[in-house]
T-cell receptor, first 115, second 113 residues
C-alpha cells in the first residue's frame, strides 16, 4: 500500500464548476501538507501549504486537512480552462533541516476544465 | 517562474552510460532535494542536500549520487544508466525548515535508450 493515495482521474468539468480533489494517507507522522499544480512538461508549482489540521483559503483555492481521518482536500471554485493541469498532493513529517523535509507525493489527478 | 533552474532540459543517453544533471537553487535557499518523476506518476524523493552534506535519501541505489556546492547549487549523477531511469528529474530548493515552501525547477527530461 502506498503512503499517499490519490485518484488519478482523469477529471473533466465545465468552466465555472467547483472541483474537489482528494488524497488519503497512512503515515500519521505527516504534519505538513501541500498541493502542487503541474502543467505538461513543467515542474510542479506550489499552490497551497497547510500545517496540521484545518482549512486555508487563497483566492479560488481552499485546502482542507483532516488528520483524524488522514484525508486532505483541495477545492477550486469557479474553475477556469487555465486550471487544466495535473494536481499533486504532497506531505512531509518534518519541516526540514537536520530532520530533512522529504516530500511524499500522490500520483496526481489530471484535471481538464472545458469552456 | 521560480528561481530554480535546471540544465539541461532534455537529454538522451545510452544504457550503461553516466549522466550529470545540474540545479541552481533559489536565492536564499540552502537546501536542495532531487526527485524522479516517471510518466503518469508523482515525484519520488531521491535525496536531499543541506550544508553540502547528504542528509536524507529515498529508496534509490548508490549509483544515484549527488553534490552540493558552497553556492548551494547541486548536481545529480547517475551511473550505469538503465532503461527504467528514463524520467523527469526535478530539483527543489527550500530554506532549512521550509519544506512547505519548496520550489521546483522545470526539470530535466532524461531518456535512456
Amino acid at each position: 500500500q502506498k503512503e499517499v493515495e490519490q485518484d488519478p482521474g482523469p477529471l473533466s468539468v465545465p468552466e465555472g464548476a467547483i472541483v474537489s480533489l482528494n488524497c488519503t494517507y497512512s503515515n500519521s507522522a505527516f504534519q505538513y501538507f501541500m498541493w502542487y499544480r503541474q502543467y505538461s512538461r513543467k515542474g510542479p508549482e506550489l499552490l497551497m501549504y497547510t500545517y496540521s489540521s484545518g482549512n486555508k483559503e487563497d483566492g479560488r483555492f481552499t485546502a482542507q486537512v483532516d488528520k483524524s481521518s488522514k484525508y486532505i482536500s483541495l477545492f477550486i471554485r469557479d474553475s477556469q480552462p487555465s486550471d487544466s493541469a495535473t494536481y499533486l498532493c504532497a506531505m512531509s513529517a518534518n519541516a526540514g533541516g537536520t530532520s530533512y523535509g522529504k516530500l511524499t507525493f500522490g500520483q496526481g489527478t489530471i484535471l481538464t476544465v472545458h469552456p | 517562474e521560480t528561481g530554480v533552474t535546471q540544465s539541461p532540459t532534455h537529454l538522451i543517453k545510452t544504457r550503461g552510460q553516466q549522466v550529470t544533471l545540474r540545479c541552481s537553487s533559489q536565492s536564499g535557499h540552502n537546501t536542495v532535494s532531487w526527485y524522479q518523476q516517471a510518466l503518469g506518476q508523482g515525484p519520488q524523493f531521491i535525496f536531499q542536500y543541506y550544508r553540502e552534506e547528504e542528509n536524507g535519501r529515498g529508496n534509490f541505489p548508490p549509483r544515484f549520487s549527488g553534490l552540493q556546492f558552497p553556492n548551494y547549487s547541486s548536481e545529480l549523477n547517475v551511473n550505469a544508466l538503465e532503461l527504467d531511469d528514463s524520467a523527469l528529474y526535478l530539483c527543489a530548493s527550500s530554506t532549512p525548515t521550509g519544506v512547505g515552501e519548496a520550489f521546483f525547477g522545470q526539470g530535466t527530461r532524461l531518456t535512456v535508450v
